[in-house]
């Protein structure tokens, strides 16, 4: 007989390809945009991987009224601090960086759907 491995699926962590990145030694810094489904048609994009150097509040300023819509910083244990929008503005906060020059296209890894 042959031994078969089953795996069950467990809860979906948006998180755990970050975590994984971030373990290789002189792994290159993305930031990542993901967006994740609230209830309903509701959704929230999270921006996690600035530099520490820049600040979160101003940018999370602009960003709220470029887009119009409402968001938050939220502090993390283990990722830091994590920007929060409100509705699904990935497309719209990779552009914002770039045209910022807070990021670079290349640095910048857009999950979800």
Excluded: W
Excluded at 16 to 43: D, L, P
Excluded at 97 to 107: D, F, G, N, R, T
């Amino acid at each position: 007989m042959s031994d078969f491995e089953v795996q069950i699926p467990g809860s979906f962590d948006p998180f755990a390809e970050a975590k994984a990145e971030n373990s290789g030694a002189g792994s290159k810094e993305y930031v990542h945009i993901r967006v994740q489904q609230r209830n309903g048609r509701k959704s929230l994009t999270t921006v996690q991987g600035l530099k520490k150097e820049f600040s979160y509040n101003k940018i999370l300023k602009d960003l709220k009224k470029e887009f119009c819509c409402n968001g938050t910083v939220v502090q993390d244990p283990e990722l830091g601090q994590v920007i929060q929008l409100q509705g699904d503005q990935r497309k719209n906060v990779s552009t914002f960086l770039v045209q910022a020059s807070i990021v670079k296209k290349e640095q910048i890894k857009i999950h979800g759907f």
